[in-house]
């Protein structure tokens, strides 16, 4: 008996794993919007913000600050807001390097 419900389970799990692939779209270059550009000069500060928390990000010292600015703005080179993109990227760069500048303060001593 336990041998026929195993196999009647094995044969309801492999037709529902062939009908869980009938609903998806197929993928077409066409369907797939163009990259909006976004100026050269939001460009090269995204480029340099991205150097930036990667440096700071392999000595472990990344403020999460600049990591979520860094996201914004390469959400907003996907859309194409180069204003964003400066601001955002600007802000990133800025907490990497505070977060390197962190590195040099004195450590705190408490008594002798």
């Known amino acids: ?4 419900l195993l ?7 492999l037709a529902l794993s062939g009908c869980a ?7 077409s270059s066409e369907s797939t919007p163009a990259k909006a550009a976004i100026s050269a000069e939001a460009q090269a500060a995204l480029a ?16 999460t600050t600049a990591e979520s600015a860094l996201k914004a703005a390469e959400a907003a ?9 400066l601001k955002e990227a600007k802000r990133a760069s800025d907490q990497a390097q505070k977060g390197m ?4 303060y004195p450590m705190l001593k ?3």
């Open 110 to 112: 408490i008594g002798d």
């Open 77 to 85: 080179a996907g859309k194409g807001d180069s204003a964003t993109v």
């Open 21 to 27: 692939d009938m609903n998806a779209k197929p993928s």
């Open 7 to 13: 196999v009647l389970t094995s044969v309801a799990l």
């Open 48 to 63: 340099a913000a991205q150097a930036d928390v990667k440096t700071v990000k392999a000595r472990n010292d990344l403020w």
């Open 101 to 104: 500048a962190q590195l040099n």
């Open 1 to 4: 008996m336990s041998k026929v």
